[in-house]
């Protein structure tokens, strides 16, 4: 009998020690305090670009990919917070952003430059016909419901020339390889992971005709591969199959310096590399 009672204790002991971290575990994944955010990180993938190429016609054409980074808004004890209608605003400006203008609004993590608009902000600016070197900034606003202020992203500046400079050397950017490596989160419940890629010409499809290229994962659970230099170019993760919930665009990958990323069945977040 006294050993009956002791288990008896014993058991209790475990049951009340196990309800004790739940709680504190629960507890402690509560959301406390305000939301804090963190802006996007701006990036162009060159610093100028030209309107027309010497001798020729005008005709609207691509410029660029602006692409920055996701908006992350945390509590005050680092919970992720959830935000509503997210957006983001691309503005342009000559320096000070008194009276920027707008670019686009999207819920992208990218926007496409194209010669034409942006040679008519110029011309409004600048009253007429644009002809020598200008050097213009832009920068990302996020606005959202649960923040009452706009959070603002770094500026980056870019050259933009008339005609393709023809009195100097002109070094065309060079866009590089980047790396990238995933981690599937508890929740992802994809046995494979494959990458799709596509863009405006055929050679962007890098990795071959849909679900793209299978990855393999190292001992640490960590798959990797290269995103060629194409831009713009446009990744779908995906494991294999197709359909809601067996892929997602990859529109938040990192095209400047590649990182790291854990993956869902539909989002990736990026995170430390180990």
Known sequence: MKHIIKYFHLSLLIVLCSLFLTNCETYQRQPQGEIVPTAPVLKIAQNNVWLRDSNEVFTDKFLVRINWTEARFTYKNGVAAEVGNLQYILEMDTADFIEPTVL??????????????????????????????????????????????????????????????????????????????????????????????????????????????????????????????????????????????????????????GGCYEITNSSATEIGCE
């Not at 500046?157 to 065309?172: A, F, H, M, N, S």
């Not at 060629?228 to 170019?233: D, E, F, L």
């Open 104 to 257: 686009a609004t999207t819920q992208y993590l990218y926007a496409d430059l194209f010669s034409a608009p942006l040679r008519e902000q110029l011309m409004a600016w600048y009253g007429g016909e644009i002809d020598t070197t200008k050097y213009i900034m832009f920068r990302v606003k996020t606005l959202c419901n649960n923040i009452s202020e706009p959070i603002y992203s770094n500026v980056f500046g870019l050259r933009i020339d008339p005609t393709k400079p023809e009195d100097e050397i002109v070094v065309t950017p060079t866009i590089p390889e980047v790396t990238i490596r995933l981690k599937k989160a508890a929740e992802c419940t994809w046995a494979n992971v494959w990458v799709y890629a596509w863009g405006t010409t055929s050679d962007a499809e890098i990795y071959g005709g849909w679900g793209g290229q299978k990855l393999t994962a190292d001992e640490n659970g960590w798959y990797e591969f290269v995103v060629a230099g194409i831009r713009p170019i446009n990744l779908i993760l995906n494991n294999g199959s197709g359909g809601n919930g067996n892929q997602f665009d990859f529109t938040n990958a990192n095209l400047t310096d």
